[in-house]
């Protein structure tokens, strides 16, 4: 009985190609080893001879075992759709002439702090603003205008990102909602048929969202402080893995009535691990009645893990088959502080709506 660890990240798609009348499917692959160790935890071992052989008797059996993992670098987990950074454990029955069984498991690692005190200005705003007419020249009244902010650049897993915005719609057309977004992008790297300079596709999804009511014509909608959770989710670039970066932005939408053309703002924040110092003081979630000077310097836990956003993935490997059992579902840990500080009454609501529809994102 012999157990495999195997820290791995990988990447591929495919792409399709024309020659001639056929059609060509080129596979674009790479990925890197962080550890790949085996160890026998009963028995000779993997290249003992017939004579070594051992009868296992029926029943259950407990075989002690441990790992240690290397003192290097190593990224966070992560599950994407064209790639993927995973560590997994896996005991193999090694049985002479007959199909060997096994069984595995999915293990989260920390992964590369990203502190946020290295960010370059890490608590300034990011503003952005953007108007857009609708109606063609002849009959032209006036543009929707959006202007919006976040309260600063740097978050971690677990704070809120509050936001405001002003919608000016000097137009005759109404304005459906106005809608934050926090959007992760996922670049990812790597080689045609595995050799040559890296080629990359990149993708994006809606990781959570807060919403509410337009306006009508010729009227004006104001956001202060709208409050937006960051759940569970890996920090900016993955620090330690070259083949996939990870990158977020919060997307303001003035969804327009009759009209493709909506009014869309793209404002890009930090994700991080390690949050700025005295990031909390002077927090939107701090009371109005306790002043700066009365906060606590330090207004959240130590960080704790959190399953991922995304929910629970199927996990395949090349050596699977039909005699692989064990933990195939499989959801990534992340960095994660609980934030304690006094909240606003009329915010609590707000932000607890917010958090009740992270979780049922993640049960469904």
């Not at 999804?205 to 009508?216: A, F, P, Q, Y």
């Not at 692989?324 to 304690?340: A, S």
């Amino acid at each position: 009985i012999r157990m495999t660890f195997i820290g791995r990240a990988d990447v591929e798609w495919t792409e399709t190609e024309s020659r001639g009348k056929a059609k060509v499917t080129i596979f674009y692959i790479a990925g890197e080893t962080y550890f790949n160790h085996e160890i026998t935890i009963y028995g000779a071992g993997r290249n003992a001879g017939d004579d070594e052989q051992i009868t296992l008797q029926s029943g259950t059996h407990k075989f002690p075992f441990k790992f240690q993992l290397p003192d290097t670098p190593m990224p966070c987990p992560f599950e994407g759709t064209m790639g993927h950074i995973r560590y997994v454990a896996r005991a193999v029955i090694d049985r002479p002439w007959k199909f060997d069984h096994s069984t595995k498991r999915a293990f989260s690692m920390s992964g590369v702090p990203h502190d946020l005190n290295n960010v370059q200005e890490p608590l300034s705003r990011v503003y952005c603003e953007d108007e857009k007419t609708v109606c063609c020249l002849c009959c032209a009244t006036g543009p929707i205008a959006v202007s919006c902010n976040t309260d600063k650049r740097a978050y971690v897993p677990g704070e809120t990102i509050f936001i405001s915005a002003i919608l000016n719609n000097s137009s005759n057309r109404s304005v459906h909602t106005l809608e934050a977004e926090l959007i992760q992008s996922v670049t990812y790297f790597a080689r045609r048929e595995g050799v040559g300079a890296l080629s990359y596709r990149s993708t994006s999804h809606v990781i959570t969202s807060v919403k509410s009511e337009g306006c009508g014509a010729y009227s004006t909608v104001n956001w202060t402080q709208k409050p937006l959770i960051i759940p569970a989710v890996p920090p900016n670039e993955i620090e330690g893995c070259n083949f996939i970066r990870t990158q977020y932005y919060v997307k303001v939408t003035a969804d327009v009535a009759s009209t493709p053309f909506d009014v869309d703002l793209m404002m890009e924040i930090v994700i991080g691990t390690v949050p700025v110092e005295g990031s909390f003081l002077n927090h939107p979630t701090l009371t109005t009645t306790q002043s700066s000077a009365d906060a606590p310097r330090k207004t959240s836990k130590a960080p704790s893990y959190e399953a991922a956003s995304h929910g629970v993935r199927r996990i395949t490997d090349p050596e699977d088959n039909e005699y692989t059992f064990g933990q195939t579902d499989y959801t990534p840990f992340y960095t994660f502080l609980w934030i304690y500080t006094a909240v606003d009454a009329s915010k609590t609501r707000n932000i607890r709506d917010v958090s009740y529809a992270v979780r049922e994102r993640e049960t469904s």
